[in-house]
């Protein structure tokens, strides 16, 4: 189940993907020990060993059976939330300061990635938008504010593991930083629509000194750019 | 109602006007016997029934009906994923914008049209009235008229097919404003129509709950405490009170959608001042108590029939009440973990996660309940058996992997990916499907009057739990690898690549699934009416539908039921035999029965 899980690009991502595991060990080990003892009574009890059953109701101090398991439950339970809620708090909470800044609108069935352009401001001339291609500079936190056009759409990108809908009405604010250059798929992952299942973008991570020729392939020298 | 046998009309008496209908019950009307009208004639007997027992087996029906077109729609989804863009055999092709009304009809289905109607009204139906040991339901006209919305329902569900456009294509969810404006989806009266269809199902079983609350509640049997009821009973009516408290929001939810459809209003539309996210709170609100609604019954046909091939009592009774009543509080404060990347407040991610990974505990209960009542049995794998044990093992899977999804953090990456639809599928099927089957053949007897082919019934079995697993364990897989859900084909994405043949075993496993249903539908028709016949108490049964005669006459119990104890006193040691029917007097003069427990009943005064 855990080779799976695809390459992980991402600085969080090694978070989520250890969440992923003390989940599957703990639970994993109930599921195997439940599945067992099932199996085991339904052979140890069948009737052709057994004469009779046992007379046990397990009601008052024989519910400590059952009391007990739960209880172990319990603390696992309280001990899952302790660490995933800090996986969550990094990603979704706890935004750190802006590197570059990308605005990111979904719309039937297209993703559309704007950049400030040299200037570092949206709103001005030099702002370029780009449909499905996001360029990102490897090891540099990238802030994004995520909106749609028409209908819900979930930027998902499987390799940062990043998930976060886009919602008409609402600019939702998230970061992500890449560590490995190379091009990686942004899916769509809410039904938006008969296209939907083509709603798939690139993600390209440069290397800082790819993504300045990227840059500069875009918005030409930057002498000329700046105004 | 002066016609009534005299202990009935004492329980009757007690949701009215007291027991007056007692006292003004002249000697001559006192029979003992099947009082409704005579001879009803054709229409007033199987159609327009009251008889809660012919309802029941409508909903059984109009349920196995829609499971039918619900089974289908997953057989194209299923090819189509394998096989992408391929001519599927009866069929053709498969459009992209049809594969997205495929899957919304799917789950709509499944769930509202199959799932409620089989595990709520025809279970809930049929054996409340005889478990509690009352003549029918509380109020067996809106019995009938419950049956009769959801028949409307269903109607306008199917014409949505075949209006122009075709039927509704933004899920089973219908998350605006993908579901509140034609022009995002290009589907016009089919999403009208869905919303009128899932608005009425909702009137039928707000009528339904109120009867289950009632006739639980108000009809027992003289001696039928609380804490006797079997725990079928306690799940139905557990159901029924999740569902009347959570559906309102949806209800006025649904016409506020309808309304941004039809009268252009904006209550879910971004550029009219709405929000999307409000159908999301109202949808989930609702929706999440909802998989409880369906849920809980299927393990409380577990619970009937796993001691009784076992031989023992249920272990932990009131335990497992306590538990699920816990498991219903919780259910109404967990449905923001549908949205955790929704674009809420993400602070609220971290107690919705919490509430929601609790509801482990609960359903741990539950689980290691019946696991201790298999401890020390005298078990017996019967096809009602192996559907109940079948089902625990699945559900087991099921609820551990609800924890992953139920964690925040990682469920930024998981949701909305296969590793959900495994996910619920892993935990609705144990409890509709292996529990609804369990309880079928289970029933089949009192129902039908004859026993169900136990060989048909394994091969049934088998064929559906190895199949099962083996459609869902891939997914799970495919989640993991990051398949989002809803894609009408993988190739679209390179790193999907490596899941497609995940997809191909989990199609061929599902043509084996829907296969492995024939011998379920050969044994249905063929035990009705050649299969041995059962007898009133095939199983050796304690509760009281095992009592009275298979098929049971209209008004149920020809002679007054008593109850004198728990419904579970299997292998007491002090009993003569390895079972003690509920209403089996006790050996030495019996002291009149207690109305204990919760007091929430008066005594039958017999």
């Given at each position: 189940m855990l080779s799976w899980l695809p390459q992980n690009i991402s600085t969080f991502g090694g978070d989520v993907d250890h969440l992923f595991r003390i989940i599957y060990y703990i639970t994993g080990v109930w599921f195997v020990a439940a599945e067992l003892l099932l199996l085991y009574f339904l052979v140890r009890y069948h009737k052709s060993r057994r004469a009779k059953s046992v007379y046990v109701r397990g009601n008052g101090a024989q519910s400590a059976w059952v009391l007990v398991p739960v209880l172990v439950v319990?603390?696992?339970?309280?001990?899952?939330?302790?660490?995933?809620?800090?996986?969550?708090?990094?990603?979704?909470?706890?935004?750190?300061?802006?590197?570059?800044?990308?605005?990111?609108?979904?719309?039937?069935?297209?993703?559309?990635?704007?950049?400030?352009?040299?200037?570092?401001?949206?709103?001005?001339?030099?702002?370029?938008?780009?449909?499905?291609?996001?360029?990102?500079?490897?090891?540099?936190?990238?802030?994004?504010?995520?909106?749609?056009?028409?209908?819900?759409?979930?930027?998902?990108?499987?390799?940062?593991?990043?998930?976060?809908?886009?919602?008409?009405?609402?600019?939702?604010?998230?970061?992500?930083?890449?560590?490995?250059?190379?091009t990686y798929e942004i899916a769509c992952a809410e039904l938006c629509g008969f296209g939907h299942y083509s709603m798939h973008g690139v993600l390209t991570v440069h290397s800082a000194q790819d993504y300045r020729k990227w840059v500069q392939s875009r918005w030409g020298a930057p002498q000329t750019a700046a105004k | 109602m002066g016609a009534k046998p005299l202990g009935r009309a004492a329980n009757r008496g007690q949701i009215g006007k007291g027991n007056t209908e007692v006292a003004t019950a002249t000697p001559a009307e006192i029979k003992i016997g099947p009082t409704h009208?005579?001879?009803?004639?054709?229409?007033?007997?199987?159609?327009?029934?009251?008889?809660?027992?012919?309802?029941?087996?409508?909903?059984?029906?109009?349920?196995?009906?829609?499971?039918?077109?619900?089974?289908?729609?997953?057989?194209?989804?299923?090819?189509?994923?394998?096989?992408?863009?391929?001519?599927?055999?009866?069929?053709?092709?498969?459009?992209?914008?049809?594969?997205?009304?495929?899957?919304?009809?799917?789950?709509?289905?499944?769930?509202?049209?199959?799932?409620?109607?089989?595990?709520?009204?025809a279970f809930g139906n049929y054996l409340i009235p005889l478990m509690v040991g009352a003549d029918d339901m509380a109020f067996p006209r809106l019995n009938m008229m419950s049956f009769?919305?959801?028949?409307?329902?269903?109607?306008?569900?199917?014409?949505?097919?075949?209006?122009?456009?075709?039927?509704?294509?933004?899920?089973?969810?219908?998350?605006?404003?993908?579901?509140?404006r034609p022009i995002y989806t290009g589907v016009t009266w089919g999403q009208n129509l869905w919303i009128v269809a899932v608005a009425i199902e909702f009137a039928s079983f707000l009528m339904g709950g109120i009867n289950f609350l009632t006739t639980a509640l108000n009809l027992r049997a003289p001696g039928m405490t609380l804490w006797r009821l079997p725990m079928l009973v306690w799940m139905e009516l557990i159901?029924?009170?999740?569902?009347?408290?959570s559906v309102g929001p949806l209800i006025a939810g649904s016409f506020m959608l309808l309304l941004d459809r039809v009268a252009g209003t904006g209550f879910f539309v971004p550029d009219k001042g709405g929000d999307p996210l409000l159908w999301q709170h109202l949808f989930w609100f609702f929706g999440h108590p909802e998989v409880y609604v369906v849920g809980l019954p299927g393990f409380g046909i577990m619970m009937e029939i796993i001691p009784v091939f076992s031989r023992k009592p249920l272990y932990g009774y009131k335990t497992i009440v306590w538990g699920s009543l816990a498991a219903g509080v919780l259910s109404f404060v967990v449905w923001a973990h549908h949205m955790f990347v929704s674009g809420m407040d993400p602070r609220l991610a971290t107690p919705?996660?919490?509430?929601?990974?609790?509801?482990?505990?609960?359903?741990?209960?539950?689980?290691?309940?019946?696991?201790?009542?298999?401890?020390?049995?005298?078990?017996?794998?019967?096809?009602?058996?192996?559907?109940?044990?079948?089902?625990?093992?699945?559900?087991?899977?099921?609820?551990?992997?609800?924890?992953?999804?139920?964690?925040?953090?990682?469920?930024?990456?998981?949701?909305?990916?296969?590793?959900?639809?495994?996910?619920?599928?892993?935990?609705?099927?144990?409890?509709?499907?292996?529990?609804?089957?369990?309880?079928?053949?289970?029933?089949?007897?009192?129902?039908?009057?004859?026993?169900?082919?136990?060989?048909?019934?394994?091969?049934?079995?088998?064929?559906?739990?190895?199949?099962?697993?083996?459609?869902?364990?891939?997914?799970?897989?495919?989640?993991?690898?990051?398949?989002?859900?809803?894609?009408?084909?993988?190739?679209?994405?390179?790193?999907?690549?490596?899941?497609?043949?995940?997809?191909?075993?989990?199609?061929?496993?599902?043509?084996?699934?829907?296969?492995?249903?024939?011998?379920?539908?050969?044994?249905?028709?063929?035990?009705?009416?050649?299969?041995?016949?059962?007898g009133r108490n095939p199983w050796l049964a304690n509760t009281l539908e095992w009592c009275t005669d298979s098929p049971p006459p209209h008004g149920n119990f020809s002679e007054p039921v008593m109850v004198y104890r728990d419904p579970y006193e299997?292998?007491?040691?002090?009993?003569?035999?390895?079972?003690?029917?509920?209403?089996?007097?006790?050996?030495?003069?019996?002291?009149?029965?207690?109305?204990?427990?919760?007091?929430?009943?008066?005594?039958?005064?017999?």
């Open positions: 319990l603390v696992l339970d309280l001990s899952i939330d302790k660490v995933g809620g800090e996986v969550w708090n990094r990603i979704k909470i706890d935004l750190p300061p802006a590197g570059d800044v990308v605005h990111i609108t979904g719309k039937q069935f297209n993703w559309e990635f704007t950049y400030p352009g040299p200037d570092g401001k949206f709103g001005t001339a030099d702002d370029q938008t780009i449909e499905n291609e996001l360029h990102v500079p490897a090891g540099t936190v990238v802030r994004f504010e995520l909106t749609s056009n028409d209908v819900i759409h979930s930027f998902f990108i499987p390799t940062l593991r990043l998930k976060q809908d886009a919602m008409p009405g609402r600019r939702i604010k998230g970061w992500f930083e890449a560590t490995q250059p190379g | 009208e005579e001879h009803p004639g054709f229409w007033r007997s199987y159609v327009f029934s009251v008889d809660h027992k012919v309802i029941g087996k409508q909903y059984l029906g109009l349920s196995l009906f829609m499971a039918l077109i619900g089974g289908a729609a997953a057989y194209l989804i299923r090819w189509q994923l394998a096989w992408p863009e391929t001519y599927v055999p009866g069929w053709g092709y498969v459009e992209p914008q049809q594969y997205n009304a495929i899957i919304t009809m799917h789950g709509t289905i499944m769930i509202f049209f199959v799932a409620m109607p089989f595990v709520l009204g009769w919305t959801l028949a409307a329902g269903s109607t306008v569900l199917i014409a949505s097919f075949f209006v122009p456009a075709g039927p509704a294509s933004g899920g089973w969810t219908a998350y605006a404003p993908l579901s509140a159901a029924a009170v999740l569902f009347l408290l919705f996660s919490i509430t929601t990974i609790l509801i482990s505990v609960p359903f741990a209960i539950m689980v290691f309940s019946m696991l201790a009542t298999l401890w020390g049995g005298r078990i017996e794998l019967t096809t009602p058996m192996l559907f109940a044990v079948g089902g625990l093992a699945t559900f087991i899977i099921g609820g551990v992997t609800g924890i992953f999804l139920g964690s925040a953090g990682l469920d930024v990456y998981l949701h909305g990916t296969y590793f959900v639809v495994a996910h619920f599928h892993y935990t609705l099927m144990p409890m509709v499907f292996f529990g609804g089957f369990a309880g079928l053949y289970y029933w089949f007897p009192k129902m039908f009057g004859r026993m169900m082919n136990e060989t048909l019934g394994k091969v049934h079995f088998f064929f559906t739990f190895i199949c099962f697993n083996c459609v869902f364990i891939p997914l799970f897989m495919a989640g993991v690898a990051g398949n989002p859900r809803r894609i009408y084909e993988l190739s679209s994405y390179d790193f999907l690549k490596p899941a497609q043949h995940l997809h191909v075993i989990a199609t061929i496993a599902t043509l084996g699934l829907l296969a492995g249903q024939v011998p379920f539908v050969i044994n249905f028709f063929m035990s009705m009416w050649k299969g041995r016949e059962a299997y292998g007491n040691p002090d009993a003569p035999k390895d079972w003690m029917a509920q209403n089996e007097p006790p050996a030495e003069p019996a002291p009149q029965p207690q109305a204990g427990g919760l007091r929430l009943k008066g005594t039958g005064t017999v």
